[in-house]
């Protein structure tokens, strides 16, 4: 059983900055990716950011040069530092790790709840 437990979310005003975080944990033998999406009504699941297990990172166009995927590799966790938050990256944020439970096990995907972050003044 793997849990991913976002935090962080919330009512911020154009310009302003927040810093979600997702906590995994359970069983987890090792983490191959994490990631975050977000989902605005009417709209499809993006991807925002991802990093992997060798530190590197992918993000969305649109979030290049505000936003900050980082991990700290001992506690199974993922941030992501927003800075000049727009009102269009109002959403829903969801946390996504694939890992795998044990030495030969197959990767999977997990889902955080989400955390709903507005950008609004």
């Known amino acids: 059983q793997v849990q991913l437990v976002e935090s962080g979310g919330g009512l911020v005003q154009p310009g302003g900055s927040l810093r979600l975080s997702c906590a995994a944990s359970?069983?987890?033998?090792?983490?191959?990716?994490m990631r975050w999406y977000r989902q605005a009504p009417g709209n499809q699941r993006e991807l925002v950011a991802h990093?992997?297990?060798?530190?590197?990172?992918v993000y969305a166009d649109a979030v290049k040069g505000r936003f900050t995927i980082s991990r700290d590799y001992a506690k199974n966790t993922v941030y992501l530092q927003m800075n000049s938050l727009k009102p269009e990256d109002t959403a829903v944020y969801y946390c996504?790790?694939?890992?795998?439970?044990?030495?030969?096990?197959?990767?999977?995907?997990?889902w955080g709840q989400g955390t709903q972050v507005t950008v609004s003044s």
């Open positions: 996504n790790a694939v890992l795998i439970s044990s030495p030969n096990g197959t990767p999977y995907a997990y």
């Open positions: 990093i992997s297990n060798g530190g590197s990172t």
């Open positions: 359970g069983s987890i033998f090792s983490i191959y990716v």
